[in-house]
């Protein structure tokens, strides 16, 4: 095997850890519920502080190993995630698994920027690397889809902790292979670090979060909660007047002229707030509704979980040899046919149609993943790959902790049962996969590419 290859696997395997601990939380989030006492807002929670502080990093840790050794922050990463994964399995109480969370999560954002940036200037033949980004992503659909299968096996044989310690070899192995395999390498030109921008970074993601998780129970006109949300405008409103001023920003909004960045950015957003939203909701439908034990409901999963794997490879080809257009719209149309049945969801829906929309939203999120990622970083110059890379990895965490935080909101403010409440989360999924359907035509394709800034 080419050394190249081995550096790729290396990489796609920390990776895999990182994206199978977006999804494999849900399926132990009844237990959770159970054993330490937590409310609707506490099990958001136990998934929005990784994707928040996760989103949150990915940036300032591309720009940092720029500046101080790719190879050296990869290492960092992979230890600090692996310790947090240890300390979550040890959490006694659910404001300490919280805080293991987000360690896991400063590790993890580590990982998947800076593995980025190996593979961009490991591949530099230009058919090689849209291949080895095809594998990349890939490997994120794979993650996401093995996550509930898996951790219904581990919480069924186990308990729910043991949804963590499968992260600890994986994590040792990958840090040990990097040491002996991964060349250290650094940009000539290294980005400056800008503090200030993080703190805004934070501040935005974290109060608009937190005001939509609470706002049920506080009252969304509640001072509290009202002020969270100005603090998010106030953020908003710094983050685009102080960012363009500075010489290297941590955000490039100029990025953001070319349209199919853009469009990659919020297609991300809409893919992955869709997975959350249908994982979150399909969790505690089926062990609260209907009753199925983790490892029972982590089965029913199997189909999306097949259809992604199998077919989330078949998307990095098509990518290579027909571009991103095709997948992408592929995966809108598979959003929205297999959410809408699920806008009528009871607790005596047939299991046959259940499966039947397992397969069409597992085959929709198969072929989303890797023209996000081609799409990020094919119009910008091979230095900058990976600080694209980053900001479209910042776009899918983003969407993936609105979509806990809007849905679960939605859902919390109900007072129907579960099966009648989440309606109007499906109805939301639904939407988001209209709105990959439609940015992917209107943001993709010749004219769009011919709008692509060069620097």
């Known amino acids: 095997m080419p050394r190249r290859y081995l550096i790729l696997a290396i990489c796609c395997s920390s990776l895999f850890i990182v ?16 054993d330490l006492g937590a409310s609707l807002s506490g099990l958001q929670w136990t998934i929005d502080a990784y994707t928040l502080v996760l989103a949150s990093l990915l940036v300032l840790a591309g720009s940092t190993a720029d500046r101080i050794g790719r190879r050296r922050v990869f290492q960092t990463g992979l ?62 659909g794979v993650s996401l889809a093995i996550g509930p299968v898996l951790g219904g096996f581990l919480v069924h044989a186990l308990d729910w902790r043991a949804i963590f310690w499968v992260n600890v070899p994986v994590g040792v192995a990958a840090f040990l292979l990097a040491w002996r395999f991964v060349p250290e390498s650094r940009a000539p030109h ?42 998010g405008a ?13 010489e290297e920003p941590l955000i ?38 209907r009753g199925l034990s983790a490892l029972h409901a982590g089965l029913y999963t199997l189909p999306f979980a097949a259809m992604t794997v199998v077919f989330s490879p078949l998307s990095g080809r098509i990518v290579g040899s027909r571009g991103t257009r095709l997948p992408l719209v592929l995966a809108g149309v598979a959003f929205i046919a297999g959410i809408l049945p699920l806008t009528q969801l009871t607790a005596d829906t047939p299991v046959w149609l259940l499966f039947a929309c397992y397969v ?8 989303v993943n890797s023209p996000i990622t081609q799409t990020a970083v094919s119009g910008m110059p091979r230095e900058q790959a990976g600080v694209a890379a980053a900001i479209a990895s910042t776009s899918r965490q983003v969407g ?48 769009a590419r011919s709008t692509t800034p060069t620097g």
């Open 400 to 447: 993936t902790s609105l979509g806990v935080a809007v849905i679960g909101a939605v859902v919390a403010g109900s007072t129907a049962d579960f099966a009648e409440a989440s309606h109007a989360g499906w109805w939301i999924i639904v939407g988001l996969g209209t709105a990959v359907l439609l940015l992917a035509l209107l943001t993709t394709g010749r004219w």
């Open 19 to 34: 994206g199978m601990d977006n999804t494999i939380v849900n399926i132990a989030l009844p237990s959770l519920q159970d």
């Open 234 to 246: 106030a953020a908003l409103a710094a983050l685009l007047i102080y960012e363009p001023r500075r």
């Open 79 to 140: 230890a600090l995630f692996t310790a947090g994964s240890l300390l979550c399995s040890l959490a006694p109480s659910l404001g300490w698994l919280i805080a293991f969370r987000m360690i896991q999560a400063i590790g993890g954002s580590m990982l998947n920027p800076v593995a980025m940036s190996i593979i961009t200037n490991t591949f530099t033949d230009a058919k090689e690397r849209a291949r080895a980004i095809g594998v990349w992503g890939a490997v994120v």
């Open 252 to 289: 490039e909004l100029r990025f953001f002229r070319s349209v199919p960045f853009s469009g990659a950015t919020l297609i991300a957003v809409s893919a992955f707030g869709s997975l959350a939203g249908f994982l979150f909701l399909n969790t505690l439908y089926l062990q609260d509704t």
């Open 190 to 231: 290294p980005r400056r670090l800008d503090p200030v921008g993080q703190v805004i970074v934070f501040v935005l993601l974290g109060s608009v979060t937190y005001g939509i998780i609470e706002g049920p129970s506080s009252g969304f006109t509640s001072p509290e909660i009202l002020g969270c949300f100005l603090l």
């Open 360 to 367: 069409v939203f597992g085959f929709g999120f198969a072929m």
